[in-house]
């Protein structure tokens, strides 16, 4: 249906990855939503009700692991339920749209900040995929004149890598690309590990794109901090009441076009792996920089009351 039209486009984006990263993902979610209550022309609220919540799961859908986007959806409807006309529900999910997007935005702006404290002068950095939250800190370090260097891993198979070393070599960082099965071998030269977030659980593990477990495996290892970059809205409340993260599996024509391999070879293609708490130094956020074993409390404190009804329908 034509009103179904932003979100359904802003999905398939999502899905195919033409929108890219856990923050990207979740502020572009709740914009195609404030887009949707805007232009709404349903006749009654409970139609509305019924088709935000058929929008909200056409969003959801479209990256089951991303916590951020689960989230943003989320933020935006939060208060549709104690709306008593269609008029206020729409303006509710609009304004809760626009209010996740500015904050969103400027929680990478502080981790940035916070987390350029822990870059000194000379340091060299490793960092994985393509984070907005943790470049921001690279970059943000580069700016206040330390010089730094830092290593970036290709990220196979969609080598979201190029665009991390693209966007330093702008600023004017010292960038060095290499493929991600080198990581243990230059692991010996690097002061600081750096990287975002697609989901953080209420354990305090980290669920981030596949290949973050070996760094932090090989950092562990040698002896080098390991620092995860995320936003609260990254963190997990369904995971509080025993739920599983989904590691989403993706076509295998991203590793191998048809053709290329024998007939009968399968591929394996997930998107993400877990990192355990144990191997994470420290998670910098908004809020500071916590300890993986504080993810717990600043689910409870930052969501209240509402996440006792975190999983509900609308």
Not at 66 to 77: D, K, P
Not at 150 to 156: G, I
Not at 183 to 211: H, P, Q, W, Y
Not at 290 to 305: A, F, M, N, T
Request: glycine share 8%.
């Amino acid at each position: 249906m034509f009103m179904f039209d932003t979100v359904k486009g802003t999905a398939s984006e999502i899905k195919d990855m033409k929108i890219r990263g856990a923050g990207r993902i979740a502020r572009a979610g709740a914009s195609a939503m404030g887009e949707f209550a805007e232009n709404y022309r349903g006749g009654s609220l409970e139609e509305f009700r019924k088709d935000l919540e058929t929008a909200r799961n056409i969003m959801l859908e479209s990256r089951p692991t991303a916590v951020s986007l689960w989230n943003g959806v989320q933020a935006c409807v939060r208060d549709v339920h104690s709306a008593s006309s269609l008029e206020e529900a729409k303006n509710s999910v609009a304004c809760n749209a626009k209010l996740f997007i500015e904050a969103s935005s400027e929680a990478v702006e502080i981790i940035a900040k916070i987390g350029a404290k822990r870059v000194r002068d000379g340091d060299v950095l490793l960092t994985h995929c393509n984070s907005s939250a943790a470049i921001g800190v690279i970059k943000s370090a580069h700016a206040q004149g330390k010089d730094i260097k830092v290593y970036a891993t290709e990220s196979r198979p969609w080598r979201q890598g190029l665009l991390t070393v693209r966007e330093l070599s702008e600023a004017g960082v010292d960038v060095t690309l290499i493929i991600d099965s080198a990581v243990r071998s230059v692991m010996s030269k690097m002061d600081g590990v750096f990287v975002g977030a697609d989901t953080v659980t209420s354990s305090g593990e980290l669920i981030n794109k596949i290949g973050t477990s070996q760094l932090a495996l090989a950092a562990n290892e040698a002896g080098v901090p390991f620092n995860v970059c995320a936003e609260t809205y990254k963190f997990s409340p369904m995971t509080m009441f025993g739920d599983s993260v989904i590691i989403e599996e993706r076509e295998c024509r991203e590793v191998a076009e048809a053709g290329m391999i024998p007939k009968g070879v399968k591929i394996y293609n997930p998107v993400f792996d877990t990192t355990p708490a144990r191997y994470i130094d420290a998670i910098i956020t908004e809020l500071g920089i916590i300890s993986p074993g504080s993810v717990y409390d600043v689910i409870v404190r930052q969501l209240g009351k509402d996440i006792w009804k975190a999983r509900d329908s609308l």
